[in-house]
Nanobody, 121 residues
C-alpha cells in the first residue's frame, strides 16, 4: 500500500532551521506532485509549499516565501522542505501529501501522518 512517512520535525528556537523529509513508497513517485500542508491548533489546514511532478513551478504561500524551499529527489522517492528563519507562527503539524499529475496539491490522493514543528520564542 501507499505510505508517506515524514521526519525532521522538532523543537527549534525562533530564527532557527529545520529540514523536513517525506519518503514515499507504494507509488510511482515521479507521477505525483508533492506538497507540504500544515495545521496549527484551532486553525484550518493550509498548503505551505508544493512542487509539481515535473519539478517545475514550485508554489509557496506568501508567509513562507524567501524562508522555505521545497525540493524533490525522485531517485529516493523523497520530498524535502527546508525551513529557515523560523517564526513562532510556523508552529504546526506538517503533513506531506501526494497528488497524481497536476502542478500542485489540492485535495491530495495520499497523506502522511504528520510531523510536529514547534518554534519557541
Amino acid at each position: 500500500q501507499v505510505q508517506l512517512v515524514e521526519s525532521g520535525g522538532g523543537l527549534v528556537q525562533a530564527g532557527g532551521s529545520l529540514r523536513l523529509s517525506c519518503v514515499a513508497s507504494g507509488l510511482t513517485f515521479r507521477w505525483y506532485s508533492m506538497g507540504w500542508i500544515r495545521q496549527a491548533p484551532g486553525k484550518e489546514r493550509e498548503l505551505v509549499a508544493s512542487i509539481s511532478y515535473t519539478g517545475d513551478n514550485p508554489y509557496y504561500r506568501d508567509s513562507v516565501k524567501g524562508r522555505f524551499s521545497i525540493s524533490r529527489y525522485n531517485a529516493k522517492n523523497t520530498v524535502y522542505l527546508q525551513m529557515n528563519s523560523l517564526k513562532t507562527e510556523d508552529t504546526a503539524v506538517y503533513y506531506c501529501a501526494a497528488e497524481k499529475w497536476g502542478s500542485t496539491v489540492r485535495a491530495g490522493d495520499y497523506w502522511g501522518q504528520g510531523t510536529q514543528v514547534t518554534v519557541s520564542s
